[in-house]
């Protein structure tokens, strides 16, 4: 099944036929027994319950955000046996993001190439389409991100505003400041300008807590051509302003393990070209943030093998997008039943 889906959306360029994945699976989720039906055919047989943040995961596999960016079908892919599922970037205003084609798909080496920019609906559509209600225990996340208009100086307006939007209704949040596709966005990743950042997001789930009763975790997602002082530097940053978690890595700037035709075209690379880069800077930021730091491995897991190599490397969570486009939903399952064996 998995690769007869592959070879019908992969007649279409790459941003299309991300789109009718997620129309595929809004319409499954939205038809009576959606639900069950794709648990049935693709939930996993056994999983391993994780407990961190103070969260309790049904498994230890995600699915990344960028994939379903405007929450349109994230309780169908809760069913398709995810432990938790990140829906976003979000910001607050809509956007459209950069000009199309925007996304590349490099079959040959089993990667992506995007530069969408933060295309959103804008933080009031995306919520109207959340709900407490939770597939299969599925652990749902935010990925929250600024305005492409917003300076970097005004940055944490757009952050608090998107904290007091979702607190109420995300099980945890992360602020995004490691996307290549927004510019001057990775210049908050480190210094005083991420620890003022992330406290601002910390005081403004602490006073949403006030009046919802709810306390999502907050996680920062980090760039994987983060330097060992960059690196260092954001991590102080997660310890001053105590943020709950770190995801490693977003996309990359660099073009190691593909053809050099692809050096000038612009945008993060994800999928296998980046499965190395991953895993040896999930081990870094194991290294340099310490054994208690809650850590989620993302980028180039394209197999259960490598989901396995990011937990020995440190990881907690894992999650998966890329792999998935080449994968097919089978993956998932493979993944899960991988790593709870």
Not at 10 to 25: P, Y
Not at 158 to 182: C, H, I, M, Q, W
Not at 239 to 265: H, Q
Request: overall charge neutral.
């Amino acid at each position: 099944m998995d690769a007869l889906l592959r070879r019908a959306l992969f007649a279409f360029e790459s941003e299309k036929s991300h789109d009718l994945a997620l129309q595929m699976l809004s319409a499954a989720q939205s038809a009576p027994g959606g639900l069950a039906l794709l648990h049935g055919l693709y939930g996993p047989s056994k999983q391993k319950p994780v407990e961190l943040m103070g969260l309790s995961f049904p498994n230890q596999v995600g699915l990344a955000a960028g994939y379903d960016k405007g929450a349109w079908a994230w309780r169908a892919l809760a069913s398709l046996g995810f432990g938790h599922v990140e829906i976003g970037t979000v910001t607050p205003k809509a956007q459209p993001g950069n000009p199309k084609p925007r996304v590349f798909r490099l079959t040959e080496q089993n990667s992506v190439i995007n530069r969408l920019g933060f295309p959103s609906e804008g933080a009031d559509v995306v919520r109207a389409r959340l709900t407490m209600e939770r597939p299969y225990g599925c652990v749902l996340g935010v990925n929250l991100g600024r305005n492409k208009e917003t300076a970097n100086e005004d940055a944490a307006r757009d952050y608090v505003e998107l904290v007091g939007r979702f607190a109420d209704v995300a099980d945890y949040l992360t602020v995004n400041v490691s996307s290549p596709n927004t510019p001057g966005l990775r210049a908050l990743q480190t210094g005083k300008a991420l620890t003022a950042l992330l406290s601002a997001v910390v005081v403004a789930r602490d006073a949403a807590q006030q009046s919802t009763g709810r306390r999502p975790p907050v996680v920062v997602k980090i760039s994987p051509d983060l330097d060992d002082a960059d690196l260092a530097d954001a991590l102080q940053a997660v310890s001053d302003a105590r943020i709950d978690g770190v995801i490693a890595t977003n996309t990359t700037l660099s073009r190691d393990g593909v053809p050099t035709k692809w050096n000038d075209e612009a945008g993060g690379l994800s999928g296998a070209a980046l499965t190395a880069r991953s895993q040896e800077f999930i081990r870094r930021v194991r290294r340099q943030g310490g054994d208690k730091l809650p850590l989620i491995g993302v980028g180039g897991i394209m197999t259960p093998d490598d989901a396995a190599a990011r937990l020995d490397a440190g990881a907690n969570l894992v999650q998966l997008y890329t792999g998935v486009v080449f994968g097919g939903p089978g993956l998932v399952r493979r993944v899960v039943e991988r790593l709870g064996g």
